[in-house]
């Protein structure tokens, strides 16, 4: 069977690989037998490129990666594709997690675990990113705000980014009490604890104290099905590789 190589961008913050490792543990209760393996591509161990030498050595011919990234941006499209490399192995990139319903099911999920209800019409959401130079990236989180806003009871919605686009959290914030919402929730779309996500918190616990914290996304079994949904998709490219 073709191992699964899940690769996540890395964190100096230890609770960001161990979430990830978390979240892999899912997948494998999901798929017993599947070889799935966890990597990164900076600031936790494994690296991505010893991940790749590590199958080639266990004999194996080919592996599918599966980014764990929310969205399709510079890591996806540069940071990958360049470290997925390896002289003896057929290497096949699966698709990025996002968009998929299936991320916005884990981040609603997250909300109601920490006491949002999803028809309390004093509540705003706020939907956090990390935020990308990369505007369709930022656009995706947006969409999902809005049909959050549009389909919820709450008093509204709005998406906000760490770094690199606006809004910034205290921002979105104020659109939200403009909107006439009295109590504010932070909503996550990050897969995993670390530096980003602590600096939107402490950003939104800045302008609103009262703040309702979601944790990030993390082993979901949502988000566990769709790795494996992103894996199976790209299986079938191994396989005509093997047999050209």
């Not at 037998?33 to 011919?61: I, Q």
């Not at 929730?185 to 604890?193: C, D, E, H, K, M």
């Amino acid at each position: 069977m073709t191992p699964l190589i899940a690769v996540a961008h890395g964190s100096r913050d230890p609770r960001s690989a161990a979430t990830v490792h978390e979240l892999l543990d899912v997948v494998r209760a999901l798929r017993p037998g599947l070889d799935v393996r966890a990597a990164f591509l900076d600031l936790s161990a494994p690296r991505l490129t010893d991940v790749l030498s590590a199958v080639a050595w266990d004999g194996h011919r080919e592996a599918v990666v599966v980014p764990l990234l929310l969205g399709s941006a510079y890591h996806a499209k540069v940071d990958v594709p360049a470290a997925a490399r390896h002289p003896r192995l057929s290497i096949h990139i699966a698709d990025v997690l996002g968009p998929d319903p299936r991320l916005e099911s884990a981040a609603l999920r997250r909300l109601a675990a920490a006491g949002v209800r999803h028809d309390d019409p004093e509540v705003g959401v706020v939907l956090a990113a990390a935020g990308s130079s990369h505007a369709p990236a930022n656009a995706l989180v947006h969409s999902v705000a809005r049909r959050w806003a549009r389909g919820s009871g709450w008093a509204s919605a709005t998406a906000a980014f760490a770094a690199a686009a606006d809004p910034g959290v205290p921002a979105a914030i104020e659109r939200l009490r403009a909107a006439g919402a009295k109590h504010i929730a932070l909503g996550s779309w990050f897969l995993a604890p670390g530096l980003l996500p602590d600096r939107v918190i402490a950003q939104a616990r800045s302008a609103a104290p009262d703040v309702t914290i979601a944790q990030p996304l993390g082993a979901d079994i949502d988000v566990a099905e769709l790795v494996l949904q992103r894996y199976s998709a790209a299986v079938p490219a191994a396989i005509g590789a093997r047999s050209a």
